[in-house]
């Protein structure tokens, strides 16, 4: 059974930082592209950030290009996420995801974890 668990949301305040992490289990992690999206109270799915099977290659919504770094360490079988300079606009719940093979901001149905909250507020 594939298992995805997210970790690292919180309380921060605008201009501050957060590193998210995504342990995986069940499922060849070295071999898959990643992804994450968020959704906002009320919004729907929002692809933010996508990264390739080694690692090399990473993608990213313009909305936080320039602000969050995705990473992966497929030793560990963990997938990252770093969030710097967060705006209030980026309070959501954050998931992880197995990436779709043939859609750069889609993921697999089925293989996205529970999420982890980000709270962006003064």
């Known amino acids: 059974e594939v298992q995805l668990v997210e970790s690292g949301g919180g309380l921060v305040q605008p201009g501050g930082s957060l590193r998210l992490s995504c342990a995986a289990s069940?499922?060849?992690?070295?071999?898959?592209?990643m992804t994450w999206v968020r959704q906002a109270p009320g919004k729907g799915l929002e692809w933010v950030s996508r990264i390739s099977s080694d690692g090399g290659s990473t993608y990213y919504a313009d909305s936080v290009k320039g602000r969050f770094t995705i990473s992966r360490d497929n030793a560990k079988n963990t997938l990252y996420l770093q969030l710097n300079s967060l705006k209030t606009e980026d309070t959501a719940m954050y998931y992880c995801a197995k990436a779709s093979s043939t859609v750069l901001s889609g993921f697999e149905p089925g293989y996205r974890g529970q999420g982890t909250q980000v709270t962006v507020s003064s």
């Open positions: 069940g499922l060849t992690f070295s071999r898959y592209p």
